[in-house]
């Protein structure tokens, strides 16, 4: 995916980093993954005018971690309270169905990081 577009309008790089093991992964912790990331990357196309995107995948020590991050405008305080945005809302309800969490960080203008974070059943 390194070097792709993620869309029409968006003229930046994405990057794709995979340290995952590949070890069996729940399908509902995978399927809150991937909307996590579905959102994230709908959410970059929309609003961020950014022209680095960085996606990393991890599993270590017993815990799945996905983070998309930007370089773009950041969200602004009062953006993430606008009452028709369901989208970060629906991700953290999402998280808390497989036990999992949800951290948004944003500065003005230096970009957004959404972190999934659930942990895994133990390993072998
Ligand atoms: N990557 C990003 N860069 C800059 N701003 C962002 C980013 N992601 C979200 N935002 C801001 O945070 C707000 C809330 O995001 P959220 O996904 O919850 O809602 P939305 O995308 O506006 O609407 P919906 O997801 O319900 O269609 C957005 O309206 C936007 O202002
Ligand atoms: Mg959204």
Known sequence: MAGNELHPTHRGRVLLRNT???REIPKAI???????A???LTNITKHSQCDLVEIELCDARDVLTLEVRDNGAGISPDALD???AFGLRGLQERAKTVAGWLDVSSYDKRGTSIILSVPLP???
């Open 122 to 124: 133990p390993g072998p």
């Open 30 to 36: 995978e399927l809150v993954a991937y909307r996590s």
């Open 38 to 40: 579905q959102e994230a």
């Open 20 to 22: 995952s093991t590949g």
């Open 82 to 84: 606008k009452p028709k």
